[in-house]
């Protein structure tokens, strides 16, 4: 098996070239830093004279950030009273703005996997806080119930623990329900009923570049907000929930953010909106998912990593190879004809690719990545 750290190995990989007639249109599949859709890119360059090195301050950028807290709201249903937040940091500022403004006394963490742990550590660790209780979501048909989720890709319900009651509910994007019966996955668990707060950074499915956080408040996140600030706790003003609070409901934010970041963002909100929203991106990722894990299902080297179907994630996927592939070396030989960022997730070390399918990723190019990786597994042989 080749070894990609060996130099040798490696110029012989990269020799590999996988046929233009094979290759996807657009060779980016990474989870985060994901695609950007060239068309916003070039709708950024034809605004950035006017728009970019401007006051964050001014009718300019306001009225972007007014767009897209609008937008946000329209994909989203979000009823009357719930509020759009954003601020600087990304969504791992986000769990610490979370265990200053909006934690009362003590949470309860669900761990799915990398990032739920990350957020059950911030608040464990707050000194102002009691001990949280958390509760390892690690399903029985993940095949080394030891790994965690997010990293791996299952979905999984998120609804409130106890409907009515008194707990702020907070979750993040996640997926779920199988059956064509009831709503699209996605529209069940981003229904505003079914949270108090919902967070989001933008270089995931919103097809933008990082460095802020989006969180959706409920009536009641916002009162906490509130009362939390009108204690005598500290808050550093960065963290601070009733700052973003005030800032968001003007379109701005406290400090400086990244205008690019913003314009980019909204370009990708309004196309999903305009092609129909939520339903329509949704589709497009069962659409993305379909074709991976039909590919992966009758592959005679590849096979679905998670094995029931109904825990599978549209939108980002991962797929196991047997010993005679080394998903190391494919995915060298993917990066060197310009197909990249299909490694797996880092520290879970399997012999596996990962591949992201969201709304911004075409179909057809998950189509085209399975006929380049059969290409190139056929070359490896
Ligand atoms: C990407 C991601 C984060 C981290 O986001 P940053 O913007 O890099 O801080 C946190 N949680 C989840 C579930 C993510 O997917």
Redesign the pocket.
Known sequence: MADPTDSDSTSKLEGIVIPTELLPSDGRFG??PSKVRPQAVAALAAAADAYLGTSHRQATVKNTVARLRHGLRDFFGLPEGYEVLLGN??????WDAMVFGLIERRSQHFVF?E??S??AQAATAAPHLGDPGSSDRNPAPIRNPSLTR?SICTRSRTTRPRPGSPCLFAG??RRDSPSSTEPRPLQVCVDPHNYDVYY??P??GFASD????IALCSPAAVERIQRIAASDRYVPASLDLKVALDNSVKDQTYNTPGLATIFLMLEQLEWMLRNGGLGWSSGRCDRSAEILYGWADSSKVAVPFVMDPAQRSHVVGTIDFGDRVDAAALATVLRSNGIVDTEPYRKLGRNQLRIAMYPAIDPDDIEALTRSIDHVVEALA
């Open positions: 989870s985060g940091g990304g969504a791992t500022a986000f996997g990032f739920s990350k957020c997010t993040r994007r989001f950074a270089q995931k990082g460095g802020m956080w």
